[in-house]
């Protein structure tokens, strides 16, 4: 009986010990935060994590499927449907798969801001950590903007917005922020990364100065703050290396063969399509299902003489389809770089800054702005004046949508200009889905209910 005692007695003994080896094991798919940045080296791979969780197309996808360009199809089996029906409620996946998107992509940016200071005392590693901060604090800021855009309305001081995250801090259950500290924190930022990033760092798939201070624009644009929209956008435009694509370059540019000094600021580049299929959003490509034709509307805006028609549609099988997303020559189709700023933005940011500052005084410099651009679209353009404040704002809008149709803003566009939207019956299948008035709550998108259970402190949009 003793000797049977004893032997269950190591039995345990040897048991509880495996068991504290087990619970001391280290996990091997990942890196231990602690050692993740243990040499300034580090700090590269770190940023490039950064980069590869932004998906990229989320802000494309909902203001593509919510706006006025879209035609839904009959081969469409429930693809954004409630987005496109303006039926979207706080459990609908395609705003919350952005909240999360984002978050990630600010946590790690946050994790990265974080790991630098332990190098910054360095002299020797200096030009580093400032560029490594620099597209850190881009990439906090663009990614506040795009959370902003969704979840918030035109720009108030005291409206809520969302919070703006600091630092990493996963248990946290922060509080929205007033709109007045967002915007304040993203400038700050973008001012930073400016300061920050050298002008020889010309890599337009990372944060350069260039794409800090287009983003400034379209941050000022969104703020009212005419003047300052119409300062960083003349800063990229003037002295910038980069130039708009001209009509001949149009089809190029959509493919990723147009040159690294043509008209993309910043984009997301992929490779693969693991990293995501942009396209996929209008047709499926793996058999060429239709989710979305494009509007019959927004077609007929072109003339015959504008080269961006055969570029941003065509046809297969005898229909319409969205063409400017469907990847590049003799590759996957859909698989194509997403561009997140161009310089073509610009001259449109510019031109409405200008049509709208000083009580429409400044309407010659908004004219000379969309006629720049017209005559690097239409052949044999002659150049337009405008007779008034509210024709130049007519004739921006409409050249914003066809020039930016299917980036991400037509959308926040129409809500920006307090329009209403209407789709016409060739691009109405219900009468439900014809009209969304203006100032309608849903032109703002409701916080992810996920969000919202997780988070006691997060208030809910009005409407939802």
Same mark, same amino acid.
């Not at 992509?105 to 974080?114: E, M, S």
């Not at 009580?359 to 004219?367: I, K, P, T």
């Given at each position: 009986m003793n000797k049977i005692f004893y032997s269950l007695l190591l039995a345990v003994m040897v048991l509880s010990s495996s068991c504290e080896d087990l619970l001391d094991l280290k996990p091997t798919d990942s890196i231990d935060e602690g050692k993740a940045f243990e040499n300034v080296e580090d700090l590269e791979p770190g940023m490039l994590g950064v980069y590869s969780s932004l998906g990229g197309s989320g802000a494309i996808v909902n203001s593509s499927r919510a706006g006025d360009d879209l035609r839904l199809s009959d081969e469409n089996t429930g693809q954004g449907v409630q987005m496109h029906n303006w039926t979207f409620t706080a459990s609908e996946g395609s705003t919350g798969s952005?909240?999360?998107?984002? %978050?990630? $992509?600010?946590?790690?940016? &946050?994790?990265?801001?974080? /790991? $630098? =200071? +332990?190098?910054? /005392? &360095? #002299?020797? #590693?200096? %030009? !580093?950590? &400032?560029?490594?901060?620099? =597209? %850190? +604090?881009?990439m906090r800021a663009y990614c506040h903007f795009e959370l902003v855009r969704l979840f918030s309305g035109n720009y108030s001081p005291d409206a809520l917005a969302v919070p703006y995250m600091l630092e990493s801090n996963v248990a946290a259950e922060p509080a929205r922020d007033k709109a007045s500290v967002v915007y304040a924190n993203i400038i700050n930022d973008l001012k930073d990364a400016q300061s920050l990033l050298p002008a020889d760092f010309t890599d337009r798939t990372r944060a350069t100065k260039d794409a800090a201070t287009a983003l400034l624009a379209r941050v000022a644009l969104y703020q009212n703050d005419w003047a300052n929209a119409i300062a960083y956008a003349s800063d990229v435009i003037d002295n910038s290396a980069l130039r708009m694509a001209n009509a001949s370059e149009i089809a190029s540019l959509w493919t990723d063969e147009s040159a690294e000094n043509v008209e993309v600021l910043f984009r997301r580049a992929r490779t693969t399509p693991g990293e995501g299929l942009l396209g996929d959003i209008y047709t499926r490509s793996g058999n060429g299902d239709v989710f979305f034709h494009p509007g019959v509307d927004l077609m007929s805006k072109y003339s015959a003489e504008d080269a961006r028609f055969n570029v941003y549609f065509t046809q297969v099988d005898g229909k319409d389809v969205v063409a400017k997303h469907r990847g590049k020559v003799g590759g996957t189709l859909n698989l194509v770089d997403v561009k997140l700023l161009r310089i073509s933005e610009l001259y449109l940011i510019r031109a409405e800054a200008s049509a709208r500052r000083n =009580?429409? #005084?400044? !309407?010659? &410099? /908004?004219?000379d702005d969309i006629n720049m651009l017209r005559a690097n679209r239409i052949a044999d353009y002659t150049n337009i004046s405008f007779a008034s404040q509210t024709l130049a704002m007519d004739e921006i809008l409409l050249e914003r949508r066809k020039e930016l149709a299917y980036e991400g803003h037509r959308f926040y566009d129409l809500r920006r200009f307090e329009k209403s939207i209407h789709r016409i019956e060739e691009d109405a299948l219900l009468a439900s889905n014809a009209d969304l008035e203006a100032g309608d709550y849903r032109f703002v998108f409701p916080i992810p209910i996920e969000e919202i259970f997780a988070n006691d402190n997060m208030v809910q949009n009005p409407g939802y």
């Open positions: 952005v909240w999360v998107d984002m %978050a990630h $992509t600010i946590d790690r940016a &946050n994790r990265v801001l974080a /790991a $630098t =200071e +332990k190098f910054a /005392a &360095n #002299n020797e #590693n200096a %030009a !580093l950590v &400032n560029r490594i901060v620099g =597209e %850190a +604090k881009f =009580e429409g #005084n400044d !309407l010659a &410099n /908004a004219a």
